[in-house]
């Protein structure tokens, strides 16, 4: 059985402990969830976006969310976690709204202040390449639409479940295989223009 | 409308694909979201939290609110509505002993008139509904004899039925 299918079993009663002093007002138990919680959202929207001030604001915004109404999530729907990426990328889509070039590809390439650790750490002249590809990777992602990036990320590079990606994305577990494997289609196209596979560059077919 | 489709992966764009997969997940696995954040959350959490605390309680309202309709919409369901009530004592003797008056302004104004009048007089039995008594829809062309008791300035204020049936 394909282990993306399900979630793992996972014990939730902490966290829902957390939730529940969290709502009576204690701080320590929101910064715990906020510490559990805070790398994936922002690895999920760095991904999305592709800029690191994006990925901090979307971040930011999605806990703002969380703090303004924290009845807002119900376990019985699913983790928390994958909860919490549905408001980011809810935020993400909006940023991407507001500021038409922040998917822009072009504009991604010339994106310096991505972190360090974005990119391999190898020899300066390793480093370069390294460099120049993964700014080409993100760049091949950027350009990936939307709806087909959102499961791309979540399942191929934050390691959710397909029923997790579902949950962020409020969509059933076949529409995010179906967007999967077309968002897998058109990331290797992206990357295929790029050289970045073998062969010559993918082109679409009419059916 | 033809869809465009793309072509399957050959076996080695599939491994380029995994391998670029691979490095974007093992590059981003490293990434931490910037300290400066939860200081900034944390504030607003401190922030709603005294709001909170100095907002007055009001989690009664509601269910009050509630039970206060039901009393009110109960107590008018059943108790006395504009109906004209009987007036216990006339202010003037009628010509004969028909029947009570039945107020149709309330007692004060009626205790108050100084010299009113009573008239003898015959409409139609569907005015009755007018003054709020029931009329059989059957009935309601036939005339009806009454006794109407008007103020100096020919506001009526009780009616008396000479032949109620």
Redesign the interface.
Known sequence: MDPKTTMAPRDMQPELSLLSRLRRGDEEAFAELYRRHKDAVYRFALLWTGSAATAADVTQEAFLAFIAKPEMYDPARGSFGAWLCGIARNFARKEAGLREDATDPSDLLADHALPEAFVENVTPEGRLLADERADQVRAALAAVAPHYRDVLVLCELCDHSYAEAAQACGIDIGTVRSRLSRGRAQFATQLSRLGLLAGSPRVKEAS | M??????P??A??ES??ED??A???S????????T???A???Q???A??RR??SRPRLWWMPPFALVATVAAVSWIARGPTDLPVPVAAPVQASLDDAGPFLALRPLSRIALEPSATIVRTEFPRAYLAQLGLPVAPERAGEPVQAELLYSADGEALAVRLIDPN
């Open positions: 033809n869809t465009p489709q793309m072509p992966l050959s080695v764009e380029r694909l670029r997969l490095e974007l997940r590059a981003s696995h490293a990434i931490e979201a910037p400066a954040i939860e900034k959350l944390r607003a959490f401190r709603k939290a909170e605390s």
